[in-house]
């Protein structure tokens, strides 16, 4: 099964940045699909933002304009550039190949 790894979360102030990785055990090349959910307490799951194989996105609404998705094939990462964080963000966010593989995610806590 493939593992991913998350990281680059941590504590930022409304207006921050952050840049999250994660990292594939395979080739992401064979990988239709990735992308990047977050769960914020009392809620369920959702989507970020994904990425396909030959480079098409889809944001959520909410962070549409201020996050961007993008994978390098070449190191079996894929990344969240994070810009203009809200304290609505605050979540952890998970990476996923969306064929049931899952990393443990990555606390991003955006204070006021």
């Known amino acids: 099964q493939v593992q991913l790894v998350e990281s680059g979360g941590g504590l930022v102030q409304a207006g921050g940045s952050l840049r999250l990785s994660c990292v594939v055990s395979?080739?992401?090349?064979?990988?239709?699909?990735m992308g990047w959910y977050r769960q914020a307490p009392g809620k369920q799951r959702e989507v970020v933002a994904t990425?396909?194989?030959?480079?098409?996105?889809y944001y959520a609404d909410s962070v549409k304009g201020r996050f961007t998705i993008s994978r390098v094939n070449a190191k079996n990462a894929m990344y969240l550039q994070m810009n203009s964080l809200k304290p609505e963000d605050t979540a952890v966010y998970y990476c996923?190949?969306?064929?049931?593989?899952w990393g443990r995610g990555t606390q991003v806590t955006v204070s006021s």
């Open positions: 996923t190949t969306f064929g049931g593989n």
């Open positions: 990425i396909i194989r030959g480079g098409g996105t």
């Open positions: 395979g080739n992401i090349f064979s990988v239709p699909s």
